[in-house]
């Protein structure tokens, strides 16, 4: 009977169906962390210490803000990952690619899909999270909406995607290259086993790509029309607040990396058995 479920066949609907049930989850016990993560990225005058302290001694209200778009990220992801960490790389596969070429190009596939479907609702986020527990009330997914369009027009809701590009395409490469390297000694591993893999995979790509993350999120928060580039954003940065202000929340963004890169693992093993 064990062995029968074993070699069961998987289908696309099974990646579906466990991506919902995992995103919801995920999204629940992963929102504390992005709330805090974005609060401390843009507001790099203050420690993130402070930040938190803030947020200890502040009410649920402001702890929950940003919840629902989050909920309307994470589900927009669900429309096409299982998609496109099933067919795509499988397809890509067919062509007999070496790994490293073939992981260039799933990457390159998959953060432009993440950058132009999911910076809209990256931008909304940002702006109602950039506020900390002591400053002004939340404000709901429609006003940010509307803020940002006043402030910068359409282009607004794609503040920050060179950063964002730049961020997701190193994820995305060392999460088809690890799973290459790894999948063999999968097979019999368990869940708790799989966030210890998603750990030491999270751990290298969080600490390199924080940096650009905390750029995005400066730039998204940025309430003018001025337009900066990912260089012109990380000088002022560094002129404003230092080196290690490029690595703030990068406690909250490796949890929360776990998280992703643990279901994402888990989907490819259901590409596997498709």
Partial sequence: MAQEKRDRKTTLWDAYSFSMGYTALTTLIGHPAERLKVAIQTNLIQSS???????????????????????????????YRPLLITHMPNAIDGF????????????????SFDTLVLSPFENIKTVQMKTIANQNKPI?????????????????????????????????FYLFVTYQAIKTKREKQSFLHTILWA????????????????????QQACSNEIKKTVIGTAKDIYHAHGVMAFFKGINCRLFHKTLSTAGAYMILDIANKM
Wanted: proline share 5%; with cysteine.
């Fill in 140 to 172: 709901k997914p429609i006003q940010a909406a509307q803020l940002i369009y006043q402030q910068r027009g359409v282009p607004g809701f794609f503040a920050g995607s060179t950063a964002t590009m730049g961020k997701a395409f190193p994820s995305w």
């Fill in 49 to 79: 210490f402070s930040v938190t302290k803030q947020f200890v001694g502040g009410n649920l209200n402001h702890f929950s803000t940003g919840f629902m778009s989050c909920v309307l990220r994470q589900q927009g992801k669900v429309i």
């Fill in 199 to 218: 750990t030491a995979a999270s751990g290298p790509i969080s600490l390199m790509t924080t940096p650009l993350d905390v750029i995005k999120s400066q």
């Fill in 96 to 111: 007999n690619f070496s790994i490293i070429f073939g992981g260039l190009l799933k990457a390159s596939i998959a953060s």
